[in-house]
């Protein structure tokens, strides 16, 4: 989550530091907003109430499903597919394992101790070894941020990279309208009111 948060305000600054502008966001339209905070909702009841083993693979697996659904309500929306791709790569290891796995060695690389992982505690991850099926979809890269130390997955990127892409796209200026070939110098809808102009003043036959 802290890749994703730092990428997208990242993709966020680096738009409004060339031209874009931060008033487009509230003209965003989403579909299913409700079902994404749905989603959040669920997988943070399940932490909170101490979730584990199938109970917390079927809720976090149906917050996913609520997630994805969402996501594709919105798939014409620049970086959907990729944030949609990312929720179903990190889906696919929890269902596959009970819970994330997370690399120890990398979180190590990454400079968080394994005392801060707390992977005994925690139902959501699970440390990962030679039983951990889809191992490489799991939390293996670290994130050695200097605001945040992390161990992030391959959805996790894609996800990030998503997220990114709509923050970009969603703070950019809309285009003007290209004018048609052969219209001359004016721009189109001037060259169109011109024609227009022209032909009501044509006197009568």
Known sequence: MGLVLAVALLALALSLGTGGRVRLLAEQRLRGAAVLVLAVLLEVAAAALGASGTAWTVVSSAGTLLAAGAVLANRRTAGSLLLGAGLLLNAAVVVANGAMPVST??????????????LAEDPAHEALDGRTRLPWLADRL????????????????????????????????????????????????????????RRSAAPAP
């Open 105 to 118: 060695a990398a979180a190590a690389r990454a400079g968080v101790p394994a005392a801060e992982l707390r």
């Open 142 to 197: 670290p994130v050695a941020a200097p605001w945040r130390r992390e161990v992030a997955s391959p959805g996790d990127v894609l996800a990030a990279a998503g997220v990114a892409a709509w923050a970009w796209s969603a703070t950019r200026p809309g285009r003007a309208p290209r004018r048609p070939a052969g219209s001359g110098g004016a721009p189109w809808p001037a060259a169109r009111s011109e024609r227009g102009r």
